[in-house]
């Protein structure tokens, strides 16, 4: 639910942390408000940080352009959070598996030395980077649990990706066309995330509508790293 191109659900990735001193010290301040709630310049850092992490990338790497859409993403969490407020803890095993697949993003972390190397120099703890997966799985769970009833994919919606978008696509690439049958759970289950997409785009623009958001600042996020 991540609204940067990282499929479905990924606008979530990225719950605020914990104030963590990183490589550079961070002389917190408010970036923006929304609805009463302040985002601090903390709050940003750590949510570039996390995304690296899960993309396997640097802070550092991070362009002026990427850094504004993390921004944008910790609006949409906090309007989210404003809807559905999570009542149960995720099961342990849910968090142990997805900090295992942040591991094998980083091939230094093959150890736990290197774990904890990456860690720090990120700026995070262990202990915060599960309460940060908890708080990520539990709002896609229920973010879910409200759009996903409402998607309803036909056998005919089906049937038309199939003709009209993937065999021309697998003619102009010069590969054989698979039969429908074979293709045909795949195709639903590609319709259903778009949908889902489609559902969450238009809330959080309905969310936003109706919110009191200030402008975050240009220059935040640039000057205080």
Known sequence: ?????H??????????????ASAGSIVDRVVTNING???LQSDWEEEVAFEALADGRTPDSFTAAERSAALERLIDQELLREQVRPSQPIPAEQVVTRVTELR???PECSTEAGWHALL???GITQKA???HVNDEVQLMRLVEDRLRPSIQIDQKAVE???????????QKAGNKAKPLTEVYGKIRKLLAEQKMNELLNGWLASLRSGS??????SSAGEGNR
């Open 212 to 217: 009191h958001i200030r402008p975050p600042e």
């Open 129 to 131: 980077l599960e309460r």
């Open 120 to 122: 720090q120099r990120f």
């Open 37 to 39: 709630h302040v985002v």
């Open 1 to 5: 639910m991540k609204l940067k191109n």
């Open 160 to 170: 038309t990706y199939y003709s009209e978008k993937l065999l021309p696509e697998l």
């Open 104 to 106: 094998k993003l980083n």
């Open 7 to 20: 499929f479905a659900l990924a606008v979530i990735v990225g719950m605020t942390l914990p104030v963590f």
